[in-house]
């Protein structure tokens, strides 16, 4: 069984770009939530895809977007990045009947200067 | 606005000793918590759940107890392993899907 993968594992950008996050969730999981942890803070809730489809949103603005793909792998996308968006990006896998235990990946360290 | 706060940032306990983490919360909507376990460059893993409609729930070394009229929840490891040494966060979550994370609690459990 494949755990919950990420690339890359770490990234730079400046301020102003573009990034992609990849995910890759345990093999037959259909559900993905994705979490941005801030130096000495907990992961904060990003947005939840199932079967493709937003499924739910913590408070985070729309340059924050992302995908889900039929082989439920996804994408986190953040657009006009800013400095505090510099922060370890987690994923998390799990089916969707019992979403109460989420497997996370080991994340994407992004440093925006 | 956080929801999960886990007020002790360190805790160092003996091995063979109990091992005490808490966690308090806000919102009395949350129907279930979580406690996770995340060593340095690895993603958090579950470690133990609870509904809140339980007081406790036990696995192996690790028990939670959850006070709801206090709005408290807390994980008992005994006995402490050096292994356990890890942050632990715990997370409750409201009805629906998105779950509220505490800035976690560094355990070192000293041989």
């Known amino acids: 069984e494949t755990g919950v993968t990420q690339s890359p594992t770490h990234l730079i950008k400046t301020r102003g770009q573009q990034v992609t996050l990849r995910c890759s969730s345990q093999s037959g999981h259909n559900t993905v939530s994705w979490y941005q942890q801030a130096l000495g803070q907990g992961p904060q809730f990003i947005f939840q895809?199932?079967?493709?489809?937003?499924?739910g949103r913590g408070n985070f603005p729309p340059r924050f977007s992302g995908l889900q793909f039929p082989n439920y792998s996804s994408e986190l996308n953040v657009n006009a990045l800013e400095l505090d968006d510099s922060a370890l990006y987690l994923c998390?896998?799990?089916?969707?009947?019992?979403?109460?235990?989420?497997?996370f990946g080991p994340g994407t360290r992004l440093l925006v200067l | 606005d956080q929801q999960v706060k886990q007020n002790s940032p360190s805790l160092s306990v003996q091995e063979g000793r109990i091992s005490i983490l808490n966690c308090d919360y806000t919102n009395s909507m949350f129907d279930y918590f979580l406690w996770y376990k995340k060593y340095p460059a690895e993603g958090p893993t579950f470690l133990i759940s609870i509904s809140s409609i339980k007081d406790k729930n036990e696995d192996g070394r690790f028990t939670v107890f959850l006070n709801k009229s206090a709005k408290h929840l807390s994980l008992h490891i005994v006995p402490s392993q050096p292994g356990d040494s890890a942050v632990y966060f715990c997370a409750g979550r409201p009805t629906g899907n998105q779950f509220y994370f505490g800035t976690g609690t560094s355990l070192t459990v000293i041989p």
């Open positions: 998390a896998s799990s089916l969707a009947a019992r979403q109460e235990t989420q497997y």
């Open positions: 895809y199932y079967r493709e489809e937003e499924n």
